[in-house]
């Protein structure tokens, strides 16, 4: 059964202190740089420090749909960590066996790899905003990120779902995912229990965390998600 950590069990929006979050103008490539090389002026107009939001939630909770929709809204570049290692395993790279093998497994990439095909596709975008999907998935995973790209995030979601809910949805997913399988997803949920759990609660203690009811409808979710964007008054897509 899906055990809920003690600590998490009370889980509650993080201070409104952080609405009003004054987002420095740093030029944050340069800022936190580590030596990337830096696009030229005009091919991205890296004027603004971008705004990473993390979206946490077991597997099933409903991370990918409702970031779906926030990119509808809000005009967020939307990195998932598991998509971005699929098509990894799909350009036949060096590291695409043993990332088959860990994702069939239910088990944690290495982070350092993880995170630099992240900090890839935040060099080549030309937005500020990001939803990093699927990730942080551990400690470990969430230290490598402040080490290699220097930021932490503005804002964490927290897709709570049922472990029944989550294994029905996924068993019925019908995406063709490797790791969609029975037991699979047994052995993702004691992951995300023993690993994903703990990161949740790092960002709690720190006021950065939003944790979302993920039982109802889409919509019903969303309703929830809609208001933690709102009130920073990103421009709205038209
Ligand atoms: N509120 C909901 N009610 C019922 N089904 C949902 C809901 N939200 C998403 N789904 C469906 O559940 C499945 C899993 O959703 P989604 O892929 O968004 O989850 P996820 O958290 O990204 O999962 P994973 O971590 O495995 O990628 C999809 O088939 C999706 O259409
Ligand atoms: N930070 C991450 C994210 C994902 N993985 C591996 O990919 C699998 C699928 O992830 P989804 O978010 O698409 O469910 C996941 O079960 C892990 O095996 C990872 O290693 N690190
Ligand atoms: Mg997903």
């Not at 804002?155 to 019925?172: A, G, T, Y």
Request: proline fraction near 4%; aromatic fraction near 10%; glycine fraction near 6%.
């Amino acid at each position: 059964m899906w055990r809920r950590v003690a600590s998490v069990s009370h889980l509650t929006f993080a201070q409104k202190s952080i609405v009003n979050k004054d987002v420095c103008k740093l030029k944050f490539w340069e800022a936190f740089s580590t030596g990337i090389p830096r696009k030229e002026k005009g091919t991205f107009q890296r004027d603004k420090t971008p705004f990473i939001t993390f979206v946490l939630g077991g597997p099933g909770s409903g991370k990918g749909t409702q970031c779906m929709k926030i990119v509808e809204n809000f005009g967020f570049t939307h990195l998932s960590a598991g998509d971005i290692l699929r098509r990894e395993i799909a350009s036949n790279s060096a590291d695409g066996t043993m990332i088959l093998d860990t994702i069939k497994e239910g088990k944690i990439v290495p982070s350092e790899l993880t995170v630099k095909l992240i900090q890839k596709e935040m060099e080549s975008s030309d937005n500020y905003k990001f939803l990093i999907d699927g990730f942080p998935r551990s400690e470990d995973n969430r230290i490598a990120f402040e080490q290699i790209i220097g930021a932490e995030p503005d804002i964490v979601l927290f897709f709570d779902c049922p472990e029944d809910e989550m294994m029905k949805r996924v068993l019925n997913r019908n995406q063709g995912r490797v790791d969609d399988n029975i037991d699979t997803i047994k052995k993702r949920l004691k992951v995300f229990s023993a690993l994903n759990l703990p990161v949740v609660k790092y960002y709690l203690e720190r006021g950065k965390l939003y944790k979302i009811n993920a039982v109802g409808t889409v919509d019903e979710i969303y309703k929830q998600v809609y208001p933690l964007f709102a009130q920073f008054n990103f421009e709205q897509q038209v």
